[in-house]
T-cell receptor, first 109, second 116 residues
Framework: AQRVTQPEKLLSVFKGAPVELKCNYS??????LFWYVQYSRQRLQLLLR??SRESIKGFTADLNKGETSFHLKKPFAQEEDSAMYYC???????????FGSGTRLLVRP | NAGVTQTPKFQVLKTGQSMTLQCAQD?????MSWYRQDPGMGLRLIHY???????DQGEVPNGYNVSRSTTEDFPLRLLSAAPSQTSVYFC???????????????FGPGTRLTVT
C-alpha cells in the first residue's frame, strides 16, 4: 500500500539551529516525492520536489530509495520557517497525491 | 490570475443538511482534486477529475458527490451532512510539468466546515 509517514507532529528548534523534518514512504514502484508547506492562514504551496533536486528557501531534500526516505533539511532555521510541512507522494497517476500527517515546525527566537 | 478560488470560506451546517462547496480555477488546468484536512491525518483525497466530464473517487469519497461540467469548475456536494464531515476542505488543480511526470498542484485557500 502507498503510505507516507511523518513521525513528528511537532518539531521545535531555536533560530539558527539545523532542522530535519522526517518523511518515510511506502511504495512499490518509482515514487515522486514532494514537500508542501502551509504558513499560518495561507494555502498549501509546493516547497520542493525530488525530481528537480533544487534548494528552496534554504531547504533541501534527498530521496533515499534504500531507506525509503525523503527528509527535509535546512542548516540554519529562521523564524519565518515556522509552518506546517507535509510530505507527499505520487505514484503512477501523478496528479493524485498521498499526504503524510504533517509536521508543525516552530522556530523560536 | 486568481489561481484556485473556493467559496465559502466558512460554513456551519446542521446534521442532514446539504450544501455545495465551490471551486474554480483560471489556469486552464486539466486536473482538479478535493481534499479534506483533519488534525493528525494530513490531507486525504476525496474525489478528483482528469478533465471536463470525467471524475473518479479518491480515498474517502463516501458522502460526497462531484461533477466537472467545465474545465474551470469542480464543485463538491455534501448530500446529507454529518458531524464526521467537520473538516477543512481544499480544492487543488494541477498540470504536468514540461518533459516530466510531475504534476505540480495548486491549492485553494480552503473552506472550514462545521457540522453540528
Amino acid at each position: 500500500a502507498q503510505r507516507v509517514t511523518q513521525p513528528e507532529k511537532l518539531l521545535s528548534v531555536f533560530k539558527g539551529a539545523p532542522v530535519e523534518l522526517k518523511c518515510n514512504y511506502s511504495y512499490s514502484g518509482s515514487p515522486e516525492l514532494f514537500w508542501y508547506v502551509q504558513y499560518s492562514r495561507q494555502r498549501l504551496q509546493l516547497l520542493l520536489r525530488h525530481i528537480s533536486r533544487e534548494s528552496i528557501k534554504g531547504f533541501t531534500a534527498d530521496l533515499n530509495k534504500g531507506e525509503t526516505s525523503f527528509h527535509l533539511k535546512k542548516p540554519f532555521a529562521q523564524e519565518e520557517d515556522s509552518a506546517m510541512y507535509y510530505c507527499a507522494l505520487s505514484g503512477g497517476s501523478s496528479y493524485k497525491l498521498i499526504f503524510g500527517s504533517g509536521t508543525r515546525l516552530l522556530v523560536r527566537p | 490570475n486568481a489561481g484556485v478560488t473556493q467559496t465559502p470560506k466558512f460554513q456551519v451546517l446542521k446534521t442532514g443538511q446539504s450544501m455545495t462547496l465551490q471551486c474554480a480555477q483560471d489556469m486552464n488546468h486539466e486536473y482538479m482534486s478535493w481534499y479534506r484536512q483533519d488534525p493528525g491525518m494530513g490531507l486525504r483525497l476525496i474525489h478528483y477529475s482528469v478533465g471536463a466530464g470525467i471524475t473518479d473517487q479518491g480515498e474517502v469519497p463516501n458522502g460526497y458527490n462531484v461533477s466537472r461540467s467545465t474545465t474551470e469548475d469542480f464543485p463538491l456536494r455534501l448530500l446529507s451532512a454529518a458531524p464526521s464531515q467537520t473538516s477543512v476542505y481544499f480544492c487543488a488543480s494541477s498540470y504536468q510539468g514540461a518533459g516530466t511526470r510531475v504534476y505540480e498542484q495548486y491549492f485553494g485557500p480552503g473552506t472550514r466546515l462545521t457540522v453540528t
